[in-house]
């Protein structure tokens, strides 16, 4: 079932493709709205998760998405009005949001080991598409020094929760967890 996470990574390629065809990757007020979606939509599966989950260390897991993606959410919110910037919806926000609201439908449905392994497979490919975009797309496209610095500081994060997803599907892989 790796059509979510490819879809996901399809909408954030979106990004990469318009930036190329256009000659200029998505504007600030887009790479916003962006970010504010992807960070969204994982606060949204870690809400679920926490409540379907009988593991500890998935249920912890979740409780980190939802901590650390709405603290980036709040820092871009804060920014966004000492910037007096409006998030612009695009194609890959209206594509991310999407993608994350089909996830939620195919995790509802699911129950126990299974989904465990759907919502920790989901986060891994989610993760690195997320990275995908910040390093080809959001940091190099964005023109303010701040929005740019807010993303550059968050990246690591991003990359923690990547490695820690990837921790918790060989763990599921091999039973534990």
Not at 18 to 27: E, F, K, L, R, V
Not at 110 to 131: R, T
Request: a neutral charge; hydrophobic letters at 40%; charged letters at 25%.
């Amino acid at each position: 079932m790796k059509l979510i996470p490819t879809a996901l990574a399809a909408a954030f390629a979106l990004a990469s493709v318009a930036s190329n065809a256009q000659g200029s990757g998505p504007s600030d007020p887009q790479i916003v709205a962006i970010v504010a979606t992807a960070n969204q939509v994982d606060i949204d599966a870690g809400k679920l998760a926490e409540t379907k989950t009988k593991s500890k260390d998935v249920k912890a897991f979740a409780q980190q998405m939802i901590t650390d993606h709405s603290g980036v959410n709040k820092a871009a919110t804060d920014l966004v009005k000492k910037l007096n910037v409006t998030p612009e919806d695009s194609q890959t926000s209206q594509s991310i949001r999407q993608g994350g609201d089909a996830n939620i439908a195919k995790l509802k449905a699911l129950s126990g080991e299974s989904f465990d392994k759907s919502y920790i497979d989901h986060e891994v490919a989610y993760h690195e598409s997320v990275l995908d975009a910040l390093d080809k797309t959001l940091i190099p496209d964005a023109k303010n020094g701040e929005l740019k610095a807010l993303l550059v500081k968050v990246r690591p994060a991003f990359v923690a929760h990547l490695e820690h997803a990837r921790h918790l599907q060989a763990e599921l892989a091999k039973g534990g967890a």
